[in-house]
Structures are given as C-alpha cells and as structure tokens.
C-alpha cells in the first residue's frame, strides 16, 4: 500500500502529533507499505531526511498551546506530489487546520482518512470563526479518526459525523520494561514525580501548592519536575525548599528511570487534554497516579481502578489523594499493576493495526464508489446518444 500521512505541524518541534505519525510511519515501513512524509520545516535540512517538507512553519496560539504551521499557498506543490505519487491513502493528521491539509483534502483522488487529535472543554475558537469555510473540506474525508472521546467531543460540535476512535500510542515496552531508579532519588525518600511542560494548562502551580500540604502531613518526601521548557520561575518560586528538584529537559532514554523513582505520579493538568501521553507512560511504567479529573484522562483511566481521579485546580483534594497513595503501599501497588495491563492496549503496535485495518476497510469502499462511478459513465453516455 503507498500512504501519504500529512502533518500541518512544524516536524523541527516535537509534539503528539508528530509521535503519533512516526510510530505509525515505522510500523508500516515495517510491515512492507511505502510511506510518504509531508509537513512543513523550520529547517529544511534537519527535517529533509525524514519528511517531504512543503512550507515553512509560523506559530499560532491554540488551546493554550502553541501551534507552528504553515501559510505558505502550496497548491501546485500538493497537485504534482499526489499526481506522482499515486497513493492508495492520504490520511492527515488535524485535517482542518491551516493550510496544507486543506491542499491535500483539494486535490486527493486517493482514499482519505482524517485523524482529530486535539480537546478543549469549551469549544475552539479557531473552528468556530472557520467552520463556515471548512466545512466544504470536512465532507471530503472519507475516514474520520479521533484520539479519543474528548477529541469527538470537540470536534463533534462544529461537524457532525461519526469518529471511529483510534487513541494515541506508547512505547509500552520502552517504559514497561524494569530498569535501575535513578541513583541521586533512591535514598528512602517517597517521591513525587511530575512530567510535563511549563504551560499553564499542565497544573504545575497546583501541585507546588499541593505539595506544601503534603510535606506538612508525611515526612521524607521530595517533589522531581520533569519536562521540555524553561522551569526558571518556578524554581525560584520553590528555590528555598530542598525537597523540590527540577530536571529540566531530561532525554526520553532516561524517563523510565525517573518513573522507577517515583512513589506516586501526579498529572494535575487543567484541561485541554485529548488523552495524555504522560499519564499512559506512567500507567506503562506501573506507577500508582493522581490525575485531574478532566475528559481526557478520565477517558483513559477509572476512578480508583488503575488510579486516583482528583477535582481539578483543587490543591487540598490533590494532596489528600497524594498523602492517601504515599500512606499506603498496597494500594499503590493494586494501581501499579492495574494500569500497566491497560496500558499494554495502547502499545504502538496494536495502535497501528488498528489504523492499518481502517485503512483497508476506507479503501474498499473508496474503491467500490469508484468503480459504481465508472459502471455508471457508459450507461449515461448510452442514454445520451
């Protein structure tokens, strides 16, 4: 099968949804499809090795998050790739926003599959204002895929129509597998660990305020923030308290280890989550976790099954649920192995068999409309004379 898989994001800058297309590109490669790449590229030679780069990106904010993509009018470009690259399915990933998966859903001739990843509680913005321009592209997709439940939720309020539901992928084993903690946290200490960026809608400021609570009530604990971005003015927020260690920009090899440190996983995020890669890799690792009650988690993990669901924006009930785990090491390890055994379902290769089979099945009855198309043409041209 030759796929086109379309990214309007910028392939220099890491994010989900780059992930999610290079999982999936590797599975398929894997399996013997030729896949094709196209994104736009802050810089065309980084990125020319592993993608076709149509346009340079510019940022945009989006759901409290930055967006880099691209204005450039590649409509030309898009025609003579598709034209010479005859492939069997163009999927594109956030298929409506601007503007090089509105090219591709133009000019497509092949089987086309949309893949919806982002949420936002209160509705987008940005799909509200362009909904009234959008809508002629949104007809054209043949397959609609969402991440997940908060995904559909979103989307499904400016277009109507069924979401297959295809969630985001892990690297279970990447993070599964046992490896040593990290050797300056394994002191007896009981650790809480965050793994996120400094953006507002991640929650750190609650935890911070959490924490306080819970170093009042249990002793010996530590507070680790991990993530990509700058933790400067939390840092000197928390410069006075020994306990709390930030590890900015900690490579992706070393994140198991961090979660093998860990006592309790704490993802006090806002909102605006579609699914949460952080909260399934700590599910993956067999951490026990707090989480922010929000749609997104909630739809991965249950309430006192796999872990603790918390009112969101409430430091008193985050900690009362963080000192609860901290306090009881049955239950966390109830939790551990729960949410290592669902999160075996999110592995990358059951992720892309499942896109690979929608694939098929979008195929079929693309193919069987083009052949009731063609089997029409004669009967119409014999009317005719």
């Known amino acids: 099968m030759k796929i086109a898989i379309v990214s309007p994001y910028d392939w220099c800058v890491e994010g989900g949804v780059k992930t999610h297309i290079a999982h999936l590109a590797e599975y398929f490669r894997e399996w013997g499809h030729d896949v094709t790449i196209f994104a736009p590229a802050s810089d065309r030679e980084i990125a020319g090795a592993e993608v076709t780069v149509m346009g340079k990106p510019w940022p945009m904010r989006v759901s409290g998050s930055v967006a880099r993509i691209t204005f450039a009018w590649k409509s030309p470009e898009v025609r003579r790739v598709l034209n010479e690259g005859k492939f069997d399915v163009v999927h594109l990933h956030e298929p409506l926003m601007p503007l090089l998966p509105y090219h591709f859903l133009r000019y497509s001739k092949s089987a086309t599959v949309g893949t919806f990843h982002a949420a936002k509680e209160g509705g987008n913005r940005f799909y509200g204002y362009t909904t009234p321009l959008t809508k002629r592209w949104f007809r054209k997709l043949e397959g609609k895929i969402a991440v997940s439940p908060a995904a559909v939720s979103l989307v499904s309020r400016y277009f109507a129509g069924y979401f297959n539901i295809i969630p985001n992928g892990i690297d279970y084993e990447h993070f599964a597998t046992p490896v040593d903690p990290i050797e ?202």
Request: aromatic share 10%; net charge positive.
């Open 184 to 385: 300056e946290f394994n002191d007896g200490k009981q650790n809480i660990l965050f793994v996120g960026r400094p953006e507002k809608r991640k929650g750190l400021k609650y935890l911070l305020r959490a924490y306080m609570r819970v170093r009042s009530q249990v002793k010996n604990t530590r507070l680790i923030v991990v993530g990509a971005g700058d933790f400067t003015r939390y840092e000197r927020l928390m410069s006075t308290f020994e306990d709390v260690v930030f590890r900015p920009n900690v490579p992706y090899a070393q994140l198991p280890a961090y979660h093998r440190a860990s006592t309790v996983f704490c993802c006090p995020n806002t909102g605006n989550e579609s699914q949460g890669y952080v909260l399934l890799e700590a599910l993956a690792s067999g951490d026990a976790v707090v989480a922010s009650n929000i749609e997104g988690f909630a739809g991965v993990m249950t309430h006192e099954e796999e872990g603790l669901l918390v009112k969101p924006k409430d430091p008193d009930e985050l900690a009362a649920a963080i000192v609860r785990l901290l306090k009881d090491p049955k239950l966390r390890k109830v939790f551990g192995e729960r949410g290592q055994s669902l999160a075996r379902h999110y592995s990358w290769d059951n992720v892309a068999h499942r896109v690979l089979s929608y694939y098929e099945r979008i195929l079929y009855e693309h193919q069987q409309v083009a052949a009731s198309k063609a089997a029409r043409k004669p009967a119409l041209a014999s009317s005719e004379g």
